[in-house]
């Protein structure tokens, strides 16, 4: 099992990001999925979760200004953010959660860096 995350980067304050995860090693449809982040000395926290049916779940702080979506023919999730904040700096996570029918276990792919300067 494989996640790996793709696309963050250093923006202004104010623009976009979108952060992609491409599932490996099983059949991502029926798992749920999240990402989360962890800023510098901060502990890790779920940004945007979605179900295996597509049910999403939004943290308060990004919420209107973040969306996590899902394309189950190329197994991968993606994190739409705009209007980006510097508080929004973290290592941002892809998360496999175990699910009926899904993976079995936790899986965490490697992280991809967000900075957002003002």
């Known amino acids: 099992v494989q996640l790996q995350a793709s696309g963050g980067g250093s923006v202004q304050a104010g623009e976009s990001l979108r952060l992609s995860c491409t599932a490996s090693g099983f059949d991502s449809r029926y798992t749920h999925m999240a990402w989360h982040r962890q800023a510098p000395g901060k502990e890790r926290e779920l940004v945007a979760r979605i179900s295996n049916v597509g049910t999403t779940n939004y943290a308060d702080s990004v919420k209107g200004r973040f969306t996590i979506s899902r394309d189950n023919v190329v197994h991968a999730v993606y994190l739409q953010m705009i209007n980006l904040k510097p508080e929004d700096t973290a290592v941002y996570y892809c998360?496999?959660?175990?699910?009926?029918?899904?993976?079995?276990?936790?899986?965490w792919g490697q992280g991809t860096l967000v900075t957002v300067s003002s």
């Open positions: 998360h496999a959660e175990p699910s009926p029918f899904g993976v079995s276990r936790h899986y």
